[in-house]
């Protein structure tokens, strides 16, 4: 008796730490996907000691039938039961697990359901979201019956509390739509669950089964700047471009849970436009293109929306006005012809014709006589590429007009130099080869060449003073157009000094060559007759006059006036010359010799050389000047030269002049 004691006890002790090994599941839920009556069922726990070697026997009790139903599930933690093999669903049924751990066995609670009540929704998923305003507009998958259906919607700043609501959706539609009033720029977190809205007499809501949360879901903000596109562009000779489009990311908040950039390329004329996703990661992007223009949008999409689109134009290099071959085409893919008309060399985008077969040699019989085609080829083999480009004629005419504002400058009595516009591309009709210009004139007709590119002609070797008729025309392959005319008279040979003039200035010199000759000897005969006279008449202060200039009205009056005073002084014969005298000759001396050097230097004829020429050449008047006594060359030091006395000579000197100039001429 006392040796089965023990050894009961040996077996429930050992039993007992066995069973201590064996960890019963959770209660287990057992449900169907949907209210649908014909839906089988899934049972399902939690093992919360998994790393045992565990075997769960799932038992189901059948009020009606009082009889348990029992199911081996092996290692798996949940089991799929047809419909069929449950029998009544309408009644409370009392379900629990099993778990086997080795040679021990322990049970979970007891769950007591109407399984016909039990529904279990799959978790929402975000079909889509958007985020506008203020709101964020949710659309959520349908459950499986496409019933209405409660959902719980939970939402958080990151690292706040939950703010919870619950909303119904209706029956039938394609998508369950909600709208979630959020602050505009802030984060969120969102997650949802859903549940069965039951209607039969024995189940009420409380049966069915919150759906689990879907996955906690982040909210960036909306994009509300699109993305800023920098361009960079070389262009090869080979008649390709490298585009390197590059771009700043969005702002990190914005970046949350990803941003895809949608490019729109255009940029084989004959093909439609290429779609390309990027990733978050590449905000660059490197493309070819060929010579003609092509366009690149790009739209930033993160979870929430995207940005307006961003477009950027690649305009066409420009064209050039002869034909130009890039690369070999024999090699090429795939290739495009672009032809269209143009007009003063640019391209109006309306009449571009794309072809992918059409030859450049179909293409130039087509188009209209005499107007101006240009054709691009394009290649793609590795890259997209200009092959050819070219302008064309399908026949050339030869222009309608002459050139326009033809007009003449610069004329001397020598040359002239024409001046015109270009004709007008529509009016050339044809290449212009070159400009064809006639100088008709003294008897003779000359003729010049002028390329096409010059809207400026010098003509030269014209006779002087002649009347000419100038005529210009522009020639293409197919001939000469109209011209345009231009009378011109060249100047006569010296638009210096006429004859008149000349004789004016002889008798000009010849007067004052007398009048200081007789003045000399005048002096010299007075000296030596008279005796010394005591002070000059004329103080030396009437001669300074005022440094302004506005007075020069007057200093003509006082010339006259001082050279009647000079001539007094020299009947007085005095020995001592008065400072007022010795300047003034003086002066004389000095500006023929400076202006002479001007006159050397300079051939241009003006109104002071005119005086000059009235003075020159007089040697022997220098002469003299020389012979003056030595007090009078200090007087003359470089330092009175360029203060206001001097200036004042010079004047006096100059409206003597004029004076007496006129005065001979006249
Ligand atoms: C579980 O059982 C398998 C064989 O069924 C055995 O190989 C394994 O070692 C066992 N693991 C544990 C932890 O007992
Ligand atoms: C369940 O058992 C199978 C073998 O019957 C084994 O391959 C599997 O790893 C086991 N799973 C777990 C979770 O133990
Ligand atoms: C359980 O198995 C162990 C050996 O693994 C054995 O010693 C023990 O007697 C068994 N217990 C029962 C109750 O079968
Ligand atoms: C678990 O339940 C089964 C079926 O009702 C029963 O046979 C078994 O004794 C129970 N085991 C324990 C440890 O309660
Ligand atoms: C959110 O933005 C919209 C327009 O963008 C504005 O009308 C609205 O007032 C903003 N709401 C808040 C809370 O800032
Ligand atoms: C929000 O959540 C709390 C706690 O889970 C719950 O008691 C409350 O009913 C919920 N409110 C709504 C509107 O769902
Ligand atoms: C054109 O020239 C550039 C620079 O030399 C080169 O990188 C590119 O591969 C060339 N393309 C073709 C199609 O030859
Ligand atoms: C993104 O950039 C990396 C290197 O910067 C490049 O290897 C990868 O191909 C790019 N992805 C796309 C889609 O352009
Ligand atoms: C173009 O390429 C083909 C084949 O590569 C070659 O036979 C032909 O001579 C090339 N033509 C020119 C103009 O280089
Ligand atoms: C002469 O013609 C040219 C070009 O046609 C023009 O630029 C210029 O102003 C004209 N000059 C005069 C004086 O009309
Ligand atoms: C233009 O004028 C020149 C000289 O007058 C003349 O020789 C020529 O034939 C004219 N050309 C035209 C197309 O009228
Ligand atoms: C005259 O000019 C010289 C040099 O130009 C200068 O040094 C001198 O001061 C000037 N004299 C007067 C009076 O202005």
Not at 339 to 357: A, C, Q, R, T
Not at 498 to 508: G, H, K, P
């Amino acid at each position: 008796m006392e040796m089965r004691l023990v050894v009961l006890f040996l077996v429930v002790s050992v039993s007992l730490t066995e069973a201590a090994g064996c960890i019963p599941t959770t209660k287990p839920q057992c449900y169907k996907k949907s209210t649908n009556p014909d839906d089988d069922f899934y049972c399902e726990w939690d093992d919360p000691n998994p790393k045992e070697n565990q075997t769960y026997t799932l038992y189901i009790w059948d009020s009606g039938k009082k009889s348990v139903l029992y199911m081996n599930t092996g290692n798996q933690s949940k089991k799929f039961i047809p419909l069929e093999e449950l029998g009544v669903i309408s009644s409370k049924t009392d379900i629990w697990v099993q778990t086997q751990v080795r040679n021990l066995t322990c049970n979970s609670s007891k769950i007591s359901v109407i399984l016909n009540c039990s529904v279990k929704y799959s978790k929402p998923n975000i079909a889509s979201m958007e985020r506008s305003a203020g709101n964020l507009f949710l659309s959520l998958d349908e459950p499986k019956d496409n019933k209405s259906v409660i959902y719980e919607i939970r939402w958080r700043e990151r690292g706040s509390e939950w703010q919870n609501a619950t909303f119904e959706t209706k029956e039938n539609t394609y998508k369950d739509l909600y709208t979630l009033h959020l602050h505009n720029r802030t984060v969120y977190q969102i997650q949802l669950r859903r549940q069965a809205k039951l209607h039969s007499l024995q189940c009420n809501d409380s049966h069915s089964l919150w759906s689990d949360w879907s996955a906690l879901t982040d909210i960036p903000l909306e994009i509300h700047i699109p993305p800023v596109l920098h361009l960079d562009e070389k262009v090869w000779s080979n008649g390709t471009r490298d585009i390197k489009i590059t771009w700043a990311a969005t702002s990190a908040e914005e970046t949350i849970g990803g941003v895809t950039y949608n490019m729109n390329l255009s940029v084989w004329s004959c093909g439609k436009p290429k779609r390309i996703q990027l990733s978050t990661l590449n905000q660059t992007f490197d493309i070819s293109v060929t010579y003609s223009n092509a366009s690149i949008s790009i739209i930033a999409t993160n979870k929430v929306g995207r940005s307006a689109p961003k477009k950027i134009i690649i305009p066409p290099v420009k064209h050039r006005n002869e034909c130009v071959t890039f690369t070999n085409i024999t090699k090429a893919k795939k290739r495009c012809l672009e032809w269209y008309k143009m007009e003063d060399g640019e391209i109006l985008p309306n009449s571009v014709k794309k072809s992918k077969d059409k030859l450049i040699k179909h293409i130039k019989n087509e188009v209209q006589k005499f107007v101006r085609h240009y054709y691009i080829l394009h290649i793609f083999s590795k890259q997209h590429q200009t092959a050819e480009m070219c302008p064309f004629y399908s026949i050339e005419g030869a222009p309608i007009k002459g050139p326009g504002g033809v007009n003449t400058t610069d004329l001397t009595h020598e040359s002239v130099v024409l001046n015109w516009r270009h004709i007008p591309m529509a009016e050339q009709r044809g290449f212009l080869k070159h400009y064809i210009i006639w100088i008709s004139g003294h008897g003779k007709t000359k003729l010049h060449k002028v390329p096409a590119d010059k809207t400026s002609f010098l003509i030269k070797n014209l006779h002087p003073g002649t009347s000419y008729t100038i005529s210009i025309a522009g020639k293409t392959i197919a001939g000469k157009g109209p011209n345009t005319t231009v009378n011109t008279e060249t100047h006569s040979k010296e638009k210096g000094l006429s004859w008149q003039d000349q004789t004016i200035l002889s008798v000009c010199v010849v007067a004052f060559l007398c009048t200081f000759i007789c003045s000399f000897a005048a002096r010299r005969f007075k000296r030596k007759l008279c005796p010394v006279v005591p002070s000059p008449v004329v103080d030396a202060a009437e001669f300074i006059y005022p440094q302004d200039q506005q007075d020069l009205s007057q200093i003509t009056e006082e010339v006259h006036e001082f050279v009647l005073l000079l001539r007094q002084e020299l009947n007085k014969s005095t020995e001592n010359v008065a400072p007022g005298q010795s300047t003034i000759l003086q002066n004389f001396g000095l500006v023929v010799f400076e202006e002479e050097e001007e006159e050397g230097e300079e051939g241009e004829v003006t109104d002071l050389s005119f005086m000059k020429s009235c003075f020159y050449p007089n040697p022997s008047y220098r002469g003299k000047t020389l012979q003056l006594p030595e007090n009078f060359h200090l007087t003359d030091s470089p330092i009175k030269d360029n203060d206001t006395e001097s200036t004042y000579r010079n004047g006096l000197f100059f409206e003597t002049k004029v004076q007496e100039c006129d005065k001979t001429s006249l």
